[in-house]
């Protein structure tokens, strides 16, 4: 069975600071990477997706992620966050060998103003 | 496109009522929609898979008959909580996946929330 987990379940920046949430999974074969951001009172957004190809996938909104597979590891980033950053982010996964997303447990980031 | 709507967005009931929330994709047919549970500051957890005209594969621990799911077209889903109790109280997200990418991508619901006093 696949999993996901993410290792920061609470992050607290300042605004213009750097960030990496981690996420790591657990999964033999090919998988597909996700990463939704879910705003106070607002539904799951899907800031981006790797399914293959280049392993730095640019994202909506000034994110990205870095897949390393040798690490089993699919970190988003983004240079200089906003206070508009304010969410709870999602890394998920599903294999090629059937469509059930795996969600990991959440980071919930607060950018202070 | 690729947008999924949920109804009703919130909902109160009593105890022992039942609640039937829909899901539709709005401008895509939907082969597969899934049927998440999301506790206060928790993730997300996968009650159930629907495929449209079959029965509805539950993951461990969902009670088949208390979270009945229906999947009728290929454009809507609903999920009834019978009998809904306080511990019932959540936030349920639908999905729905157009089964084009070949990816496995999923399109989330706005949720609804659910509260049983």
């Known amino acids: 069975a696949q999993s996901v987990s993410q290792h920061n379940h609470h992050v607290i920046l300042s605004e213009a600071a750097s960030l990496e949430l981690g996420c790591n999974y657990s999964?033999?074969?090919?998988?597909?990477l996700f990463w939704y951001v879910q705003y106070p009172g607002q539904h799951l957004q899907l800031l981006l997706k790797?399914?293959?190809?280049?392993?730095l996938v640019k994202g909506i909104k000034g994110f990205e992620a870095e897949f390393i597979k040798s690490k089993f590891s699919f970190n988003l980033r983004k240079p200089s966050v906003q206070w508009s950053d304010t969410a709870e982010y999602f890394c998920?996964?599903?294999?090629?060998?059937?469509?059930?997303?795996?969600f990991g447990g959440g980071t919930r980031l607060m950018v202070k103003p | 496109g690729a947008v999924v709507s949920q109804h009703p967005s919130w909902v109160i009931c009593k105890s022992g009522t039942s609640v039937k929330i829909e899901c539709r994709s709005l401008?895509?047919?939907?082969?597969?929609m899934f049927w998440y549970r999301q506790f206060p500051k928790q993730s997300l957890m996968l009650m159930a898979t629907?495929?449209?005209?079959?029965?509805?594969?539950?993951e461990q621990g969902v009670e088949k008959d208390k979270f009945l799911i229906n999947h009728a077209s290929l454009t809507l889903s609903t999920l009834t909580v019978t009998s809904a109790h306080p511990e019932d109280s959540s936030f349920y997200i639908c999905?729905?996946?157009?089964?084009?990418?070949?990816?496995?991508?999923?399109?989330f619901g706005p949720g609804t929330r659910l509260t049983v006093l």
């Open positions: 629907s495929n449209e005209g079959s029965k509805a594969t539950y």
């Open positions: 999964y033999g074969g090919t998988v597909n």
């Open positions: 998920a996964v599903t294999g090629n060998a059937g469509n059930m997303l795996t």
């Open positions: 999905s729905a996946d157009d089964g084009t990418s070949g990816y496995n991508e999923q399109f």
């Open positions: 790797y399914f293959s190809g280049d392993p």
């Open positions: 401008d895509f047919q939907a082969t597969t």
